[in-house]
């Protein structure tokens, strides 16, 4: 694959996604969080500016939890949150409105807002907005309060004795560097935490230990550090994804330009990777299709949800008849 490309981020993102899943974040001080799965975190809009949010997840009891950490807080920050959940709303009903017909206001969603604080934050009030038509409060996490010196020897242990984490230790590793005060203090930890995640016995959890570490800790990593980290996640990974959830390359590569049968196959495993939260570049990197072609079918999924796979490759299909024609 040569240098790092970006949708690496999107497999480290998809790792750590994976790692909080049916996973309780009662470590970090939030015992009714219960993740259920993630939620594909590009946020598409008519504007020409798009909006990326790293870690958006779905609820035990289908509410939404945008989490993500700061080590400065400000209100830039507050306005930059006020922006993202806006934009997931706006996505939320544009989806709402694919799936469904008839008239009245669609019920929106419950958004936990959690904001995980490095130790150089200690207490931030809660309702962090307020302009008289417009609330805005977070759920806290102080790393400050995390015993580091006991939980990384806790884990040195045990993956010295070569055990697997449990969700508590793996979901204490992630976030271990945002528990010291400094860059250059996160940055030694970050790296230490990095080592004992690649000794993790376990390759899934090996994964998403050093997805985690990346995601929270990129920040602050130094800049050719995070780039071998996503190295290490990225190389050779994106293939083993797919393949692990069934999907057969083989099926898809060569049937681009095919016959009908064979594209609306290529469609099916488009539309099941997008619902999985892939990124368009990261599928149409694993298949070897242009990304402008990737992102063509995925404008037609989401722009006509009632269509079939069939229907959506006729439509391809006469579109390129048009261009060829026009050529």
Do not use: W
């Not at 993202?84 to 709303?89: S, V």
């Amino acid at each position: 694959m040569g240098d790092i490309a970006y949708q690496n981020k999107d497999i480290a993102l998809k790792y750590f996604g994976d790692a909080l899943k049916n996973k309780k974040l009662t470590v970090y001080g939030l015992p009714h969080i219960k993740i259920k799965d993630s939620r594909p975190t590009n946020l598409p809009a008519i504007e020409a500016n798009e909006l990326r949010i790293d870690n958006l997840f779905i609820l035990e009891d289908d509410s939404y939890a945008l989490i993500d950490y700061e080590s400065t807080f400000g209100i830039q920050d507050i306005i930059k949150y006020v922006n993202y959940i806006a934009r997931i709303l706006k996505r939320f009903i544009r989806q709402e409105k694919g799936r469904r017909s008839g008239k009245g206001r669609k019920r929106l969603p419950i958004i936990h807002l959690i904001i995980i604080f490095s130790a150089d934050i200690n207490d931030i009030d809660p309702n962090i907005l307020d302009v008289g038509c417009m609330q805005l409060k977070i759920e806290p996490v102080y790393l400050l309060r995390m015993d580091t010196a006991k939980v990384l020897s806790k884990i040195q242990c045990k993956v010295e004795k070569k055990e697997a984490l449990d969700d508590d230790e793996l979901l204490e590793l992630i976030v271990l560097p945002l528990t010291v005060k400094g860059r250059a203090e996160k940055q030694a930890l970050a790296e230490e935490t990095v080592r004992l995640a690649q000794e993790i016995r376990d390759e899934e959890q090996r994964m998403q230990a050093l997805a985690g570490i990346l995601t929270f800790a990129d920040k602050i990593l130094d800049r050719d550090y995070a780039k071998r980290i996503k190295e290490v996640i990225g190389m050779n990974k994106v293939e083993q994804l797919f393949f692990d959830e069934g999907v057969e390359m083989g099926i898809a590569r060569g049937r681009v330009k095919g016959a009908a049968e064979g594209r609306a196959e290529l469609i099916g495993c488009i539309r099941k990777k997008l619902k999985k939260g892939y990124a368009v570049i990261e599928i149409a990197e694993v298949l070897e299709l242009e990304a402008l072609y990737v992102r063509r079918i995925a404008d037609l999924i989401q722009n006509e949800p009632e269509d079939s796979d069939v229907e959506i490759a006729e439509k391809l299909f006469r579109e390129e008849s048009v261009q060829q024609t026009a050529g």
